[in-house]
């Protein structure tokens, strides 16, 4: 089967990325709908309120997956941009692993954040 039947591209990693960044966005919707129902229980809550809705587990796991889902959505969508408006091969490679480690970096720093916050 040649690589213009299966629809990659010429970089044979089109459809693949472009399904990934469309199930982020779908894990994303009801995610993003748990937070905005949260925030406002958490802004009104006491401390002890706090931490009890902390360890709820599904809190957590749910604040825990709206991280990881989202920076790797939005890791997607700017390693595109950089692929299409960012001209200079070495530019574009050192831009693509900056992205890599700030999104490394961010989620690393939002897990423990929820993991601490969690116990």
């Known amino acids: 089967m040649t690589v213009e039947r299966r629809g990659l591209g010429s970089s044979r990693t089109g459809t693949s990325h472009w399904w990934r960044q469309r199930l982020t966005a779908i894990a994303l919707a009801p995610?993003?709908?748990?937070?905005?129902g949260l925030l406002p229980v958490l802004a009104a809550a006491t401390h002890e309120e706090?931490?009890?809705?902390?360890?709820?587990?599904?809190?957590?796991?749910?604040?825990?997956?709206?991280?990881?889902?989202?920076?790797?959505?939005?890791?997607?969508?700017?390693?595109?941009?950089?692929e299409d408006y960012v001209h200079g091969e070495p530019v574009k490679v050192g831009l693509r692993i900056a992205l890599t480690l700030a999104t490394c970096l961010l989620a690393a720093a939002g897990i423990v954040s929820v993991v601490m916050l969690a116990a």
Do not use: D
């Open 31 to 36: 995610l993003t709908v748990f937070l905005v």
């Open 50 to 82: 706090f931490v009890e809705i902390m360890r709820i587990p599904v809190t957590p796991v749910a604040l825990v997956l709206l991280l990881a889902a989202g920076l790797y959505h939005m890791k997607l969508g700017l390693q595109v941009v950089i």
